[in-house]
């Protein structure tokens, strides 16, 4: 079956660029997401990826994936407080299904 | 728009209870569903419905049914509620399955 991971927890240090990766194990993945949630609340679409796509920047984020090694990756430069948050992957396979890895706690260190 | 909302925020029964989550969207989506968030699982996905009178199961959908009877509501019901069941669960709903999926913000359930 379908398998997202990702990393429990990420410590950075304000003003440094955080790099959370998730793998995934179905090659037919279609649609590729990273979802952030704040204390408290439900998921926020970060931003997405198609899978014929390798990187996709939106102002402070940038993501890159790597088909051959079934790699996802989001970059967040210049970190902020305000991006303390969890932060799921998530990928539409082949029969349709969203799946969501386990989430990414990212804590930033002033 | 309010998107989608939930209610209530915040609730907690006993063993063998039964209680219904409420989840209504105003964006005239036609996919809705639920799931539920534990620690280090990520969101597992409960039961969703791709329209009105259409509902299906997801990865863990034993102790929960749900019912679409129009687009805008999606209710989850518990049955005989169980300590299992103590989580957070999230309502989303989007155009399509493979559509961005808007959340609700959550309904944090304890059952003791």
């Known amino acids: 079956g379908e398998d997202v991971e990702q990393s429990l927890f990420l410590s950075v240090r304000e003003g440094d660029s955080s790099v959370i990766n998730c793998t995934y194990t179905d090659s037919s993945s279609t649609y590729l997401y990273w979802y952030k949630q704040e204390p408290g609340a439900g998921l926020q679409l970060l931003t997405y990826i198609f899978s014929n796509m390798d990187m996709k920047q939106d102002q402070r984020l940038t993501v890159l994936l790597n088909k051959k090694d079934k790699h996802l990756s989001l970059r967040i430069a210049d970190t902020q407080t305000g991006d303390s948050a969890i932060y799921f992957c998530?990928?539409?396979?082949?029969?349709?299904?969203?799946?969501f890895g386990t989430g990414t706690r990212l804590t930033i260190i002033p | 728009n309010a998107g989608v909302t939930q209610t209530p925020k915040f609730q907690v029964l006993k063993t063998g209870q039964s209680m219904t989550l409420q989840c209504a969207q105003d964006m005239n989506h036609e996919y809705m569903s639920w799931y539920r968030q534990d620690p280090g699982m990520g969101l597992r996905l409960i039961h969703y419905s791709v329209g009105a009178g259409i509902t299906d199961q997801g990865e863990v959908p034993n102790g929960y049914n749900v019912s679409r009877s129009t687009t805008e509501d999606f209710p989850l019901r518990l049955l005989s509620a169980a300590p299992s069941q103590t989580s957070v669960y999230f309502c989303?709903?989007?155009?399509?399955?493979?559509?961005?999926?808007?959340f609700g913000p959550g309904t944090r359930l304890l059952v003791l």
């Open positions: 998530a990928e539409v396979f082949g029969n349709e299904k969203l799946t």
């Open positions: 989303a709903s989007s155009w399509g399955r493979r559509e961005t999926q808007y």
